[in-house]
């Protein structure tokens, strides 16, 4: 809504409040400050059109009206209500240097906070929210801000009664409950804190408002009279029993009186402390409690007392420190009455200490929060001819480790002080943490480790093809955003160690290369990886070559001086023989076997264990590393990769002689699992005079065995005999040669 002059109602409101507001501070405001208000209307007025409130109201009546409230509610000082009349003129968009130069640092610093406050009010978040009050705070800076919001809210408030806009008159009276009441609660403004709550009832529920008021039948002023009535009689009394006492007397509150109605499910005649007086009593300490029990018996000598309504927290205090004596009386016209009677100390304790007052009727304390708001609520209830300038010097830090971020629909979140763009997304959701590559934090591009500060609209961007990476958990600082991240990397790495694993089980399939875990894992430890895990996750994401992985593992079976023993698993119903393979194979005489290049003789060899050659086997040599010659059977499925890596190493060989010596092979055998088929293969190999049974290892499964057998045979005729009687006994379905 905008109006470009002021009706004649407006401009006589604007001159009187003018005109009091100067009076106020008459002695107080220099020449140059009256001249520079002046000035700022003129050019105010000057700009154009004046947009108005939601509510329809100018924002420079709105500023005196909240300016002439402060003056009569707090006594506030030169700066407040300049800084309010100020931020209402636009001056706040002036550079802050030009305002602060014009005006002082101070009314400076005030009008930004109330600047970056009413900015809050321009997001479409819910006011009604712990976070949002808690970035109010933040967003303040100084102490002197909140009060005038409060104020404001006050002045604002009693304007809208009958207002038509009926929504908006509902959704501000709930604003007003949940987050300026309390506030001004904590920081001892009671009488403005009542008047809220009283308005916040009468907008948001009429109709219950009326009907209280109905039932009590009486202004406020008789049932403060109603008061000084039941009061005159107690001090007479107590005064000439010798004590010295303070009296407070008090009438509840509308609000109060709905509160307890809604918490109790009574009516208003039900209400036990509608009246509430308080006897404070000056005694010595040991003094306490006969003095408090003497108040007490004038009372209920005085007044007819409620047995049942008794509450002795003198004789047991409460868990938290709280002292008194509750009693609740039946005073004049028929009416309840609660007296609470207790000492200065008590009063403090309550007061001031673990019961202070907010705690005890059930308002969440906050630590920090709750320290900071009594040393501001001492200031405001000492007295002082200009208290708010004390409060100069109090900072707004309460939540200094804390931000408070906006997403562009409105929603507000809560963060640690030092946390990103990342931390921001991950609080959100973890995909899209995990998915994140960047964003816009108030409409600017920024990266994954940009620090948020309270107040950032923040928009995330996110990529289908994005991932986490261990520089993430350098970035981040919420423990939830790095659980998150390690949690990730974990299921990637697994992910990728599957991939691997079978990478490397089908490599050594092509390459016929047995996959022994005892040798898996000194690779591992040789290729310099800390576990398995990392080392399958390594060949999986590429970061390792599959095919060095395999020249490594054949490195460790050539490196072996001999053959390890023969790794067995058995079931329950098998059984075990096992006994060392030899490779250096000599015949009866002691001479060699083997023929290397033209016939050389003495040479250091030994049979390879990945392919066991016997003789008659086509075998070629190959020269290790060591030194030493291996012989590789031809068909070796090793054989190719060295022929073509390592060719200038192979040399010929053949078999010498005739065969004499005995050579290891290996079997694998496949069958059913009968009873008695073991010992039938057994037995077989017994019979034969040129075999002996080295090693067996046999695992039943549903039904089926799979079985390994190392035997020792004089050459490949030998061999394939053996295979072709294992493969008569009744159940064997396979026999083939370990390659």
């Not at 209500?81 to 968009?93: D, H, K």
């Not at 002197?144 to 509902?170: C, G, S, T, W, Y």
């Not at 261990?470 to 974990?490: E, M, P």
Request: glycine residues 6%; neutral net charge.
């Amino acid at each position: 809504m905008e109006q470009k002059y002021l009706s004649d109602n407006e401009v006589k409101h604007l001159l009187g409040g003018y005109r009091e507001i100067m009076g106020a501070f008459e002695g107080e405001l220099e020449a140059d400050d009256v001249d520079g208000v002046k000035d700022a209307v003129r050019r105010h007025a000057a700009s154009g059109s004046v947009p108005r409130d939601r509510f329809g109201f100018h924002p420079l009546l709105s500023a005196l009206d909240t300016a002439l409230c402060i003056c009569r509610s707090l006594n506030a000082d030169r700066n407040m209500c300049l800084a309010v009349i100020l931020s209402a003129l636009s001056v706040s968009s002036d550079d802050e240097k030009d305002l602060a130069g014009r005006w002082g640092d101070d009314i400076a610093k005030l009008v930004r906070g109330l600047d970056k406050v009413r900015t809050l009010y321009s997001r479409s978040v819910s006011v009604e929210s712990e976070n949002f009050r808690k970035l109010l705070l933040t967003f303040a800076e100084d102490i002197r801000v909140i009060i005038i919001m409060i104020v404001d809210r006050l002045r604002l408030m009693r304007a809208i009664n009958h207002h038509p806009a009926e929504k908006l008159v509902h959704d501000t009276a709930n604003e007003v409950n949940y987050l300026y009441a309390p506030l001004a609660h904590r920081l001892g403004l009671y009488a403005i804190k009542s008047e809220l709550e009283d308005m916040s009832l009468k907008y948001s529920n009429r109709e219950v408002y009326t009907q209280i008021a109905h039932e009590l039948n009486q202004t406020k002023v008789k049932r403060d009279a109603y008061i000084e009535d039941f009061i005159r009689p107690i001090k007479e009394k107590l005064e000439a029993e010798g004590l010295k006492f303070s009296i407070k007397g008090r009438t509840k509150s509308i609000y109060s009186i709905w509160n307890k109605m809604k918490k109790q499910h009574n009516t208003v005649e039900d209400i036990y402390d509608l009246f509430a007086i308080r006897i404070i009593i000056d005694c010595p300490p040991e003094r306490e409690k006969p003095e408090c029990w003497l108040a007490y018996s004038v009372v209920t000598d005085m007044y007819r007392p409620n047995p049942m309504r008794l509450k002795d927290w003198l004789s047991i205090p409460k868990s938290n420190g709280y002292e008194s004596l509750h009693i609740t009386v039946y005073g004049p016209e028929e009416r309840w009455v609660e007296v609470q009677i207790r000492t200065r100390r008590m009063d403090t304790i309550a007061e001031k200490g673990l019961a202070a007052h907010w705690r005890y009727k059930g308002i969440k304390s906050e630590g920090g929060l709750d320290v900071w708001m009594n040393n501001v609520r001492d200031i405001l209830e000492a007295g002082q001819h200009s208290p708010m300038d004390l409060m100069r010097n109090f900072k707004m830090d309460v939540y200094s480790h804390e931000v408070f971020v906006f997403t562009p629909r409105g929603d507000l979140y809560k963060l640690p002080q030092g946390a990103t763009l990342l931390d921001f997304a991950f609080n959100i959701h973890t995909r899209i943490g995990v998915q994140c590559v960047g964003g816009k934090v108030n409409g600017r591009n920024r990266k994954l480790n940009y620090k948020l500060e309270s107040g950032d609209t923040v928009e995330i961007q996110t990529s289908p093809q994005q991932e986490p990476s261990r520089d993430w958990l350098n970035i981040v600082v919420t423990t939830k955003a790095r659980n998150k991240i390690r949690a990730v990397l974990k299921e990637n790495e697994n992910k990728s160690a599957e991939i691997g694993k079978e990478l490397l089980q089908r490599r050594f399939k092509n390459r016929k290369l047995d996959y022994d875990e005892s040798l898996i894992s000194k690779t591992v430890t040789k290729l310099g990886y800390k576990n398995a895990i990392d080392f399958f996750s390594a060949i999986g994401s590429d970061q390792l070559d599959v095919n060095d992985v395999a020249d490594s593992y054949i490195e460790i079976i050539e490196r072996s001086s001999r053959p390890e023993d023969l790794a067995v698993r058995v079931s329950a119903s098998n059984y075990v023989l096992q006994t060392p393979a030899e490779e250096d194979v000599k015949d009866d005489s002691g001479s060699d076997v083997i023929v290397i290049g033209d016939n050389i003789k003495g040479i250091n060899y030994k049979l390879a264990r990945c392919c066991n050659p016997i003789y008659g086997d086509d075998v070629f040599g190959f020269i290790s590393a060591e030194g030493v010659i291996k012989i590789h059977r031809c068909d070796c499925p090793n054989a190719a990769n060295i022929r073509q890596r390592y060719g200038y190493r192979v040399i010929r060989t053949r078999w010498s002689g005739k065969a004499g010596a005995e050579f290891m092979a290996t079997l694998r055998v496949v069958g059913k699992d009968d009873i008695g088929i073991v010992t039938n293969i057994t037995s077989i190999i017994n019979k034969e005079k040129s075999v002996s049974l080295r090693g067996i290892s046999i695992d039943s499964n549903d039904g089926l065995f799979a079985g390994v057998l190392t035997v020792g045979v004089a050459d490949t005729a030998a061999l394939n005999q053996l295979i072709r009687k294992i493969k008569t006994v009744k159940g064997v379905k396979d026999v083939q040669r370990n390659k």
